[in-house]
T-cell receptor
Framework: GAGVSQTPSNKVTEKGKYVELRCDPI?????LYWYRQSLGQGPEFLIY????????DSGLPNDRFFAVRPEGSVSTLKIQRTERGDSAVYLC???????????FGPGTRLTVT | GEDVEQSLFLSVREGDSSVINCTYT??????LYWYKQEPGAGLQLLTY?????DMKQDQRLTVLLNKKDKHLSLRIADTQTGDSAIYFC???????????FGAGTQVVVTP
Protein backbone atom coordinates (compact mmCIF):
# COMPACT_ATOMS: atom_id res chain seq x y z
CA GLY A 1 0.00 0.00 0.00
CA ALA A 2 0.98 3.63 -0.35
CA GLY A 3 3.08 5.17 2.37
CA VAL A 4 3.12 8.74 3.61
CA SER A 5 3.69 11.15 0.76
CA GLN A 6 4.87 14.75 0.91
CA THR A 7 4.90 17.47 -1.70
CA PRO A 8 6.90 19.19 -2.94
CA SER A 9 10.06 17.18 -2.37
CA ASN A 10 12.12 20.37 -2.65
CA LYS A 11 11.13 23.99 -2.23
CA VAL A 12 13.36 27.02 -2.69
CA THR A 13 11.89 30.34 -1.68
CA GLU A 14 13.07 33.86 -0.98
CA LYS A 15 13.23 35.30 2.49
CA GLY A 16 9.91 36.86 3.43
CA LYS A 17 7.77 34.68 1.17
CA TYR A 18 4.93 32.36 2.19
CA VAL A 19 5.14 28.59 1.68
CA GLU A 20 2.83 25.63 2.05
CA LEU A 21 4.02 22.07 2.54
CA ARG A 22 1.62 19.18 2.04
CA CYS A 23 1.41 15.80 3.73
CA ASP A 24 -0.77 12.89 2.61
CA PRO A 25 -0.84 10.27 5.39
CA ILE A 26 -1.46 6.56 5.09
CA UNK A 27 -5.15 5.95 4.50
CA UNK A 28 -7.04 5.39 7.74
CA UNK A 29 -4.35 6.81 9.99
CA UNK A 30 -5.96 9.19 12.45
CA UNK A 31 -2.78 10.56 14.03
CA LEU A 32 -0.52 12.89 12.03
CA TYR A 33 2.72 14.54 13.13
CA TRP A 34 5.01 17.20 11.69
CA TYR A 35 8.71 17.28 12.54
CA ARG A 36 11.56 19.48 11.38
CA GLN A 37 15.07 18.17 10.80
CA SER A 38 17.96 20.58 10.54
CA LEU A 39 21.27 19.52 9.05
CA GLY A 40 23.14 17.11 11.31
CA GLN A 41 20.31 16.92 13.83
CA GLY A 42 17.51 14.56 14.68
CA PRO A 43 13.90 15.45 13.90
CA GLU A 44 12.24 17.91 16.25
CA PHE A 45 8.52 17.73 16.96
CA LEU A 46 6.35 20.57 15.66
CA ILE A 47 2.67 19.62 15.89
CA TYR A 48 0.37 16.64 16.33
CA UNK A 49 -3.13 16.15 14.93
CA UNK A 50 -5.67 13.64 16.12
CA UNK A 51 -8.33 13.69 13.44
CA UNK A 52 -8.98 17.27 12.40
CA UNK A 53 -7.81 18.96 15.58
CA UNK A 54 -4.32 19.99 16.61
CA UNK A 55 -3.95 18.17 19.93
CA UNK A 56 -0.43 19.45 20.61
CA ASP A 57 1.21 22.39 18.82
CA SER A 58 3.85 23.00 21.47
CA GLY A 59 6.70 22.47 19.01
CA LEU A 60 5.77 25.24 16.59
CA PRO A 61 8.64 27.76 16.94
CA ASN A 62 6.55 30.93 16.59
CA ASP A 63 3.33 32.30 15.15
CA ARG A 64 4.69 32.32 11.61
CA PHE A 65 4.08 28.58 11.58
CA PHE A 66 0.59 27.15 11.27
CA ALA A 67 -0.82 23.78 10.23
CA VAL A 68 -4.25 22.51 9.29
CA ARG A 69 -5.92 19.19 8.67
CA PRO A 70 -9.48 20.18 7.72
CA GLU A 71 -10.88 16.77 6.77
CA GLY A 72 -8.77 14.59 9.02
CA SER A 73 -6.58 13.31 6.20
CA VAL A 74 -4.26 15.61 4.23
CA SER A 75 -2.40 18.21 6.29
CA THR A 76 -0.74 21.45 5.21
CA LEU A 77 2.06 23.16 7.10
CA LYS A 78 2.09 26.88 6.38
CA ILE A 79 5.02 29.20 7.01
CA GLN A 80 4.61 32.95 6.69
CA ARG A 81 7.40 35.50 6.17
CA THR A 82 10.02 32.78 5.80
CA GLU A 83 13.46 33.32 7.29
CA ARG A 84 16.78 31.70 6.40
CA GLY A 85 16.67 29.85 9.71
CA ASP A 86 13.55 28.02 8.53
CA SER A 87 15.67 26.07 6.05
CA ALA A 88 15.40 22.40 6.98
CA VAL A 89 13.75 19.15 5.97
CA TYR A 90 10.15 19.05 7.10
CA LEU A 91 8.97 15.53 7.86
CA CYS A 92 5.46 14.24 8.23
CA UNK A 93 4.50 11.01 9.96
CA UNK A 94 1.24 9.20 10.53
CA UNK A 95 0.07 6.38 12.76
CA UNK A 96 -3.11 4.37 13.01
CA UNK A 97 -3.63 5.83 16.45
CA UNK A 98 -1.30 7.55 18.94
CA UNK A 99 -0.33 4.22 20.51
CA UNK A 100 0.98 2.77 17.27
CA UNK A 101 4.29 3.27 15.52
CA UNK A 102 4.76 6.31 13.29
CA UNK A 103 5.52 5.98 9.60
CA PHE A 104 7.47 8.83 8.07
CA GLY A 105 7.27 10.40 4.64
CA PRO A 106 10.35 11.31 2.57
CA GLY A 107 10.21 14.94 3.68
CA THR A 108 10.20 18.33 2.00
CA ARG A 109 13.56 20.08 1.84
CA LEU A 110 12.91 23.80 2.30
CA THR A 111 15.63 26.26 1.39
CA VAL A 112 15.13 29.94 2.15
CA THR A 113 17.53 32.20 0.24
CA GLY B 1 18.58 20.81 22.14
CA GLU B 2 18.06 17.08 22.36
CA ASP B 3 17.86 15.32 25.72
CA VAL B 4 18.48 12.02 23.98
CA GLU B 5 22.21 11.48 23.42
CA GLN B 6 24.03 9.29 20.92
CA SER B 7 27.60 8.98 19.77
CA LEU B 8 27.96 10.65 16.39
CA PHE B 9 29.94 8.11 14.39
CA LEU B 10 30.65 4.40 14.23
CA SER B 11 32.87 2.55 11.76
CA VAL B 12 32.50 -1.22 11.46
CA ARG B 13 33.87 -3.89 9.18
CA GLU B 14 31.50 -5.90 7.04
CA GLY B 15 30.50 -9.11 8.83
CA ASP B 16 31.23 -7.75 12.30
CA SER B 17 28.59 -6.75 14.85
CA SER B 18 27.68 -3.09 15.34
CA VAL B 19 26.53 -1.67 18.65
CA ILE B 20 24.92 1.76 18.73
CA ASN B 21 24.31 3.33 22.12
CA CYS B 22 21.80 5.89 23.33
CA THR B 23 20.99 7.51 26.64
CA TYR B 24 17.67 9.17 27.38
CA THR B 25 16.46 11.33 30.22
CA UNK B 26 12.77 10.73 30.87
CA UNK B 27 12.22 7.71 33.10
CA UNK B 28 8.50 7.83 32.28
CA UNK B 29 9.08 7.13 28.59
CA UNK B 30 6.85 4.27 27.52
CA UNK B 31 8.38 3.22 24.23
CA LEU B 32 11.86 3.58 22.79
CA TYR B 33 12.51 3.36 19.09
CA TRP B 34 15.29 2.88 16.59
CA TYR B 35 14.94 4.51 13.18
CA LYS B 36 17.25 4.25 10.16
CA GLN B 37 17.79 7.07 7.67
CA GLU B 38 19.58 6.53 4.38
CA PRO B 39 20.82 9.46 2.26
CA GLY B 40 17.93 11.36 0.71
CA ALA B 41 15.36 9.04 2.25
CA GLY B 42 12.83 9.30 5.05
CA LEU B 43 13.04 7.64 8.41
CA GLN B 44 12.46 3.90 8.47
CA LEU B 45 11.29 2.31 11.71
CA LEU B 46 13.62 -0.58 12.52
CA THR B 47 12.38 -1.76 15.87
CA TYR B 48 11.03 -0.58 19.19
CA UNK B 49 10.89 -1.77 22.76
CA UNK B 50 8.34 -1.25 25.47
CA UNK B 51 9.75 0.18 28.67
CA UNK B 52 8.90 -2.91 30.77
CA UNK B 53 11.11 -5.12 28.61
CA ASP B 54 14.86 -5.66 28.92
CA MET B 55 15.56 -7.10 25.52
CA LYS B 56 13.95 -7.56 22.13
CA GLN B 57 15.36 -9.56 19.24
CA ASP B 58 14.25 -9.26 15.64
CA GLN B 59 16.34 -11.18 13.11
CA ARG B 60 19.75 -9.45 13.00
CA LEU B 61 18.67 -6.73 15.42
CA THR B 62 18.87 -6.91 19.21
CA VAL B 63 17.67 -4.08 21.42
CA LEU B 64 18.80 -3.90 25.04
CA LEU B 65 17.19 -1.56 27.55
CA ASN B 66 18.65 -0.68 30.93
CA LYS B 67 15.91 1.38 32.49
CA LYS B 68 17.85 2.06 35.68
CA ASP B 69 20.65 3.74 33.73
CA LYS B 70 18.30 5.05 30.99
CA HIS B 71 20.50 3.34 28.42
CA LEU B 72 19.34 1.83 25.14
CA SER B 73 21.46 -0.04 22.62
CA LEU B 74 20.97 -1.52 19.18
CA ARG B 75 23.12 -4.43 18.08
CA ILE B 76 23.26 -5.34 14.40
CA ALA B 77 24.68 -8.80 13.79
CA ASP B 78 26.66 -9.60 10.62
CA THR B 79 26.70 -5.95 9.51
CA GLN B 80 26.38 -5.45 5.74
CA THR B 81 27.23 -2.51 3.49
CA GLY B 82 23.50 -1.87 3.16
CA ASP B 83 23.44 -1.11 6.87
CA SER B 84 25.44 2.08 6.28
CA ALA B 85 23.09 4.88 7.33
CA ILE B 86 22.27 7.23 10.18
CA TYR B 87 20.54 5.58 13.12
CA PHE B 88 18.30 7.57 15.45
CA CYS B 89 17.02 6.53 18.81
CA UNK B 90 13.83 8.17 20.01
CA UNK B 91 11.78 8.13 23.15
CA UNK B 92 8.06 8.52 23.40
CA UNK B 93 7.17 10.62 26.40
CA UNK B 94 3.43 11.10 26.33
CA UNK B 95 0.18 9.53 25.28
CA UNK B 96 0.08 11.64 22.13
CA UNK B 97 3.01 9.74 20.67
CA UNK B 98 5.32 12.75 20.42
CA UNK B 99 8.86 11.49 19.82
CA UNK B 100 12.08 13.02 21.14
CA PHE B 101 15.00 12.07 18.89
CA GLY B 102 18.72 11.94 19.39
CA ALA B 103 21.09 13.60 16.91
CA GLY B 104 21.78 10.30 15.19
CA THR B 105 24.76 7.96 14.85
CA GLN B 106 26.32 7.66 11.42
CA VAL B 107 27.33 4.07 10.79
CA VAL B 108 29.86 3.40 8.05
CA VAL B 109 30.42 -0.20 7.02
CA THR B 110 33.75 -0.92 5.36
CA PRO B 111 34.57 -4.00 3.26
Amino acid sequence: GAGVSQTPSNKVTEKGKYVELRCDPISGHTALYWYRQSLGQGPEFLIYFQGTGAADDSGLPNDRFFAVRPEGSVSTLKIQRTERGDSAVYLCASSQNPNNEQYFGPGTRLTVT
Amino acid sequence: GEDVEQSLFLSVREGDSSVINCTYTDSSSTYLYWYKQEPGAGLQLLTYIFSNMDMKQDQRLTVLLNKKDKHLSLRIADTQTGDSAIYFCAERRDSWGKLQFGAGTQVVVTP
